[in-house]
């Protein structure tokens, strides 16, 4: 604590020491204060008793020496008046002078020697209407009270006397009385200071080991304080608060401290305890919760009133392709997560209106621009007055859900077509096999000028063609033999590369292969995947039109159990829309009678044959990637 | 308070500058005055010299059978009066006793005499004075008389016969009512001072009538002999009923004026006829006379005082047939 500048030094210096020091001055201030005040009402006080005694002791005698000496003035006896002053004079020691005079002033005895003080003769006057004046005289050393009393005979006044007091009397015992008070005064000072010293000592020791307890107990002892010597035994006292639970009422104030300090002490162990299980079984509680939260697959977020996020799980950071929870937590709001505004503020409204969401899917948009499918549910925390104080909200991510079911009912779909396919293609198959075979046989039994000739070849040509989509039907309905051997899948791209190089070339097309060496055989039919591979580079080069690169990489994908076959072109890229219809039979963004639409499906026919995938990633700009996997060890084989 | 690890008690506080500081204002507080004092040179000395009396006043005596104090009192206004209406410079003076005062008049000291009867008659035997004027006292008694007195609770001295062997203690030997009087009801009586155990006169100057009644009333002596009228000084002092009055004396003419022997007629004249010029009738007259003890003074001269004459004489006699060594007046005089 500052003291202000303004006050003394010594007042600061006072503030600042210990309470023992206060104490002791206290004590001797109120001792010094009191005495001082006795003194001064007690000298006022015997002043002027002193006084008034010396003043009414001064008037009875000259009173006295009137009512005696008014027969010897009137006789003008000399010899009796001046026994009469003598005989005053003789009565006290502090008498200067006595003298009477007459009725005219004129003194008639006095007791100076060498001659009557002139000055003196009527420096006090008496009326007859007056018992008697008293006046202060000094003759430049003392100071004398001058008593005049007139004598009177009835109303008349025959003279008067003049008796002088020396004032030095009352002084001195005024002193004297003084002494005495300041003897008393130290003495009280050196009593109450010694009786005040033992009090101090008693009350700062006692105090001071309540301190040492409380330091002790800060530093985190929590063994019983120590209790102050008092007269009432510590420990019953200490012993009956503690067991009681609240402090004994014995004892002074200290005491009643000390024992409220043992209770309190107690009492905060009790607490301590009490506050470390609660603060155990809250970690607990927190652990678990936190681990639910960290460790959960879905995302989890809290979010303020506004909206605003507060916390969000490592699951919805991944989700959302954040690294760290700074980017989200304070700056992003729920609504600018969702894709769809329009959807953000329908739920946001919902949950205005009922407190919840349940299972809602919605879609989320992700820090690079892709979308993931959620399911949320998100519940809102109000205050009394209803105003929203929090958001608490679970999303799942079920785009690979959403993904493995329009697969599935794609794959059903393709079934469908390949099973239709595969009944028209076997009913056509041999009807073209027997028109082939007749138009082969009109064709090698006509002259080879004669005009029909070219007719029947026009047919066999036509016919070959329909045979050829009725074997990519059957392909695409796996209802081809397929003979699998062990395929290098690197042989076979590069083989398949080989015969496109050419046409790639001319269509100003760079091609660059990466081969995985690690990448072991596998089991299948290498024609029909050289098919497949050269479908999709044909489709790349379509794609990409004129002018573009094509990048091959053939080797195993993250989890080494598969291999991975991908054509990336940087040509236009597939559509969002269709990318669901490309492997159906007879689907073709080519023009009318440019290609029949069976290549993917064929392709993907073979793949699904092979126990693997085929599916399309990418769009523009990035252009097409398919990306092909297969499985290095198919039901039955050996690991190659 | 100031808190925390820094904070020491601060020890080096020494009170001792305060303790001081209030012992200095403790010793100073007592010191202080009340009063200014006037300054009075005491140097300046002279041997004091009273006025010496003028030659051409006139003395006035007022026999001192009271102190002086009543003297004063009752005749000081009278006094004034007289050096008003005459034009003379008449001032009163106090003889301490009955002797002195006769001898003053018989030295000239004293130039208007105002005395008893008794007192005016020696003062006429030896010293020549004449009688010019006497008083009628409150009440209208031209003549007063003397009281034997004794305390109410004596069984013992019922009347003048019981009084024999008692002590008795009398105004002075030149008191009329308070002594003179007195012995002639004891010789009516046939009691004679020797018959007395003790007969004593009040000491000091002044007070005698007061001082006897005090005597008896202390217990000190059996009887007293005071004039009518002495009584009534005391009244506001000691109750009268513890007095009782067993006799009294005949009456006897009052209180006399008379002149010094030699003192201009002219003189006498007019104090004379200032006194009697007082009337009772007129308030400051009555006054001045009221506070003498009087209600007129009229002229008289000196054979209205023969019946006082004829009863010192007769106790002289008395007196002489039993010690005819005797040859002062009553035999009193020392």
């Known amino acids: 604590m500052k003291w202000p500048k303004r006050w003394p030094r010594v007042a600061r210096r006072l503030f600042r020491s210990s309470i023992r020091a206060k104490i002791n001055l206290g004590i001797i201030a109120i001792v010094l204060l009191s005495v001082i005040l006795i003194a001064l009402a007690t000298s006022q006080i015997v002043s002027h008793a002193l006084v008034s005694e010396h003043r009414n002791r001064g008037i009875a005698l000259a009173a006295n020496l009137a009512a005696r000496s008014g027969d010897a003035i009137l006789a003008l006896d000399f010899l009796r008046l001046k026994s009469l002053i003598s005989e005053i004079m003789a009565t006290t020691d502090d008498m200067l002078y006595a003298f009477i005079q007459d009725a005219e002033g004129q003194v008639l005895t006095h007791t100076f020697v060498g001659g009557f003080p002139i000055q003196l003769q009527a420096a006090n006057q008496v009326p007859a209407t007056q018992r008697s004046s008293v006046r202060l005289l000094t003759d430049g050393r003392e100071e004398i009270f001058d008593f005049a009393a007139p004598v009177l005979i009835g109303d008349t006044k025959i003279g008067q006397i003049r008796l002088g007091l020396l004032r030095h009397k009352v002084s001195a015992t005024t002193r004297e009385v003084w002494w005495a008070i300041f003897a008393f005064a130290i003495l009280s000072v050196i009593i109450s200071d010694t009786v005040g010293f033992a009090l101090a000592r008693n009350l700062t020791s006692r105090i001071r080991l309540l301190q040492k307890a409380t330091e002790r107990m800060l530093e985190g002892h929590r063994e019983p304080a120590a209790q102050p010597p008092e007269t009432v035994p510590a420990a019953k006292t200490v012993a009956s608060g503690a067991a009681s639970g609240r402090p004994s009422l014995r004892g002074d104030e200290i005491q009643q401290l000390a024992d409220t300090f043992e209770s309190m002490t107690a009492a905060i162990e009790r607490y301590i305890d009490e506050l470390a299980k609660s603060k155990a079984v809250l970690a607990k509680s927190e652990t678990k919760y936190r681990r639910i939260f960290e460790d959960s697959m879905d995302l989890i977020f809290v979010a303020d009133g506004a909206g605003v996020l507060l916390d969000i799980n490592p699951a919805g950071l991944s989700l959302l392709g954040y690294d760290r929870a700074d980017d989200l937590i304070g700056t992003k709001r729920i609504a600018g997560l969702l894709q769809d505004r329009v959807e953000a503020e329908r739920i946001l409204a919902e949950i205005a209106a009922s407190g919840f969401v349940r299972d809602r899917e919605c879609k989320l948009a992700t820090r690079d621009g892709n979308r993931v499918e959620i399911l949320l549910s998100m519940t809102a925390r109000r205050r009394p007055d209803g105003l929203v104080t929090e958001y608490e909200g679970i999303a799942k991510d079920i785009t690979h859900h959403r993904q493995m079911l329009r697969q599935l009912l794609r794959a059903d779909r393709l079934a469908s077509l390949g099973q239709l396919s595969a009944g028209v293609a076997h009913e056509i198959n041999n009807p073209l096999g027997l028109i082939l075979g007749y138009t082969q046989f009109l064709i090698r039994n006509e002259p080879a000028s004669s005009d029909k000739v070219e007719d029947l070849r026009t047919i066999e040509k036509q016919t070959r063609n329909c045979k050829k989509i009725v074997e990519d039907l059957l392909n695409f309905a796996r209802q081809t033999g397929t003979s699998k051997t062990r395929v290098n899948l690197r042989e076979s791209m590069e083989a398949v590369i080989e015969v496109i190089r050419k046409q790639l070339e001319l269509d100003n097309i760079a091609i660059q292969a990466h081969y995985d060496r690690e990448l072991p055989d596998l089991a299948g039919d290498a024609e029909k995947l050289k098919q497949v591979f050269m479908n999709l580079l044909i489709n790349a080069r379509q794609a990409i039109h004129k002018g573009g690169r094509i990048v091959v990489n053939v080797g195993l994908d993250g989890s080494g159990q598969q291999a991975l076959v991908t054509v990336a072109d940087d040509g236009p890229g597939v559509p969002a829309d269709i990318r669901e219809k490309i492997f159906d039979p007879f689907f073709t963004t080519k023009p009318t009678g440019q290609g029949t639409g069976l290549g993917l499906s064929v392709s993907y026919g073979i793949i699904e044959d092979h126990g693997g995938t085929i599916e399309v990633a990418g769009a523009s700009p990035s252009g097409a990637e398919f990306r092909i996997r297969l499985p290095l060890h198919t039901e039955g084989d050996a690991p190659a | ?334």
């Not at chain 2, 059996?222 to 000084?233: F, K, N």
């Not at chain 2, 004379?272 to 001045?288: F, Y």
């Not at chain 2, 003890?293 to 006082?308: G, K, L, R």
């Open chain 2, 1 to 334: 308070m100031p808190t925390g690890p820094h904070y020491r008690p601060d020890s080096r506080f020494k009170p001792t500058a305060v303790i001081l500081l209030l012992t200095l204002l403790m010793l100073g507080g007592g010191c202080s005055r009340d009063d200014t004092a006037h300054p009075i040179d005491f140097s300046q000395r002279q041997e004091i010299s009273l006025a010496a009396p003028a030659d051409d006043r006139l003395t006035y005596a007022y026999l001192p059978q009271f102190s002086h104090a009543v003297s004063f009192q009752r005749h000081h206004r009278l006094v004034s009066y007289l050096r008003e209406n005459t034009g003379l410079d008449v001032v009163q003076i106090f003889p301490d006793t009955f002797d002195e005062h006769m001898r003053m008049v018989g030295q000239g000291k004293i130039d208007i005499s105002f005395s008893n009867p008794f007192i005016y008659v020696m003062m006429a035997h030896d010293y020549c004075a004449r009688a010019f004027a006497r008083i009628i006292e409150r009440g209208g008694h031209e003549r007063f008389r003397g009281e034997i007195i004794v305390r109410a609770d004596n069984q013992a001295i019922r009347s003048i016969a019981d009084c024999r062997g008692s002590r008795w203690l009398a105004v002075d030997p030149f008191s009329a009512g308070g002594y003179l009087y007195a012995l002639g009801l004891f010789l009516e009586n046939g009691i004679f001072p020797e018959d007395f155990a003790e007969i004593a006169f009040a000491p000091g100057p002044g007070g005698k009538q007061e001082k006897v009644i005090l005597a008896v009333l202390a217990g000190q002596y059996d009887i007293g002999s005071v004039r009518e009228g002495a009584l009534e000084v005391l009244a506001d002092r000691i109750d009268p009923a513890e007095i009782r009055v067993i006799g009294r004396t005949g009456w006897y003419p009052g209180w006399v004026y008379a002149a010094r022997s030699g003192l201009d007629p002219q003189i006498t004249a007019r104090v004379g006829q200032a006194l009697m010029a007082l009337d009772d009738s007129q308030a400051a007259d009555r006054e001045i006379l009221s506070q003498a003890h009087m209600t007129a003074i009229v002229a008289s001269n000196d054979e209205e005082f023969d019946p006082v004459r004829t009863l010192w004489n007769q106790a002289l006699e008395k007196r002489r047939g039993c010690r005819g060594d005797e040859t002062a007046p009553g035999g009193l005089r020392p």
